[in-house]
């Protein structure tokens, strides 16, 4: 693996000068010292520099703390709060607290794959879900097949200015849930 470790020439070996590259995407934050240096800001303000650099921040969660490290300290947390299979080894596993699914660059295989493999509960949370997402769904179209007979006679006496702005007001609607989405990510 020591040919994916990428952090040990170039950039990020000239970049962190001999500190510790964090492959964590967990942090602990002092928010009383965070929010003294203004380190929401700061990484925002880094973020937006380098966003525009297609080839910037492949790995969000660890490049932008580590290319901050000289403005906002990072120590990473012990390695049982965040178990890699293509970092960590097994026997490391059964004291991990959190499994994170990363890619394997020498097998490429697909993360819900490996899930299943790595993860024993991954079925019966996976079936679990399936089957509450089949409820929700049927439950939905039971309701809406029902609101569709009575709202189709109130619908032949919207007008055409009624129906442009309801159009707008859904484009309104999914541009903000698009940001919504966007923003929650950061």
Not at 7 to 15: D, E, I, L, N, P
Not at 25 to 32: E, F, N
């Amino acid at each position: 693996m020591d040919g994916f470790r990428f952090w040990k020439h170039g950039y990020w070996a000239s970049h962190l000068a001999g500190r510790k590259y964090h492959i964590s995407a967990l942090y602990v934050v002092d928010l009383q010292k965070f929010r003294k240096i203004a380190a929401g800001d700061r990484l925002r303000g880094q973020y937006q520099g380098l966003s525009h650099d297609p080839n910037s921040l492949a790995n969000l969660d660890q490049d932008l703390p580590n290319n901050m490290i000289h403005q906002v300290q990072i120590k990473s947390l012990p390695q049982e709060w965040l178990w890699c299979e293509t970092w960590c080894s097994n026997e490391e596993k059964t004291r991990a607290k959190t499994i994170d699914l990363c890619n394997n660059p020498l097998t490429k295989e697909p993360k819900l794959v490996a899930a299943v493999r790595i993860v024993k509960e991954w079925t019966d949370y996976d079936n679990e879900q399936k089957e509450l997402w089949q409820k929700v769904m049927s439950s939905s179209s039971s309701s809406s097949s029902e609101s569709s007979s009575s709202s189709s006679e109130s619908s032949s006496s919207i007008t055409q200015k009624d129906k442009d702005t309801n159009d707008n007001d859904d484009d309104s609607q999914q541009l903000k849930d698009k940001n919504k989405h966007v923003h929650g990510e950061l």
